[in-house]
């Protein structure tokens, strides 16, 4: 991967994170293949674009609130093909509050990306794989298990 080919990575990952804080999910679909997948830090999978953006515009106002507060930042960029890069990213959410919870907590996780180089130059994004690195919600519960490809 050249410094171009990164430059353009980074520029798409920075998109991305302004997009997901402004919480502007269509604009946002668009960095995404038509057909992409997207795991969940609850282990729910979409397997569109259009899944992804519908599932993630699910969210209650008052988180919405808070996504000024998300921050995200690239761990590493690598080649896998000179149209296909694996990429690492760590977010933190320090103070969320959930509808549901007594009092707001600190969150932090990793995401791993797979990135694909279209006809036009223009990378988007493959797929996707949220994890939570504590991994629990409040009261304990680890969310729904992953869901079938196909429904």
Known sequence: MDETDERD??????EYTELWIR???EEWGELFTEESDFITHRGIR?????Q????HQDVPEVVL??????????VSIRSITPDVALVHTAWTWPGLRLPSADAPE????????????????RWLIR??????????DPGGAAGPVLAHPRG
């Open 127 to 136: 797929a996707a794989h949220n994890t939570r690195q504590d991994g629990l």
């Open 46 to 50: 979409w397997t569109s674009r259009q």
């Open 106 to 121: 600190d969150r932090r996780g990793l995401v791993t990306l797979v990135l694909v180089r279209q006809r036009t130059g």
């Open 65 to 74: 609130a808070q996504k000024e507060n998300y921050a995200q930042e690239v």
């Open 52 to 55: 992804n953006v519908v599932g």
């Open 9 to 14: 990575v980074r520029r798409l990952l920075a």
């Open 23 to 25: 919480h502007r999910m």
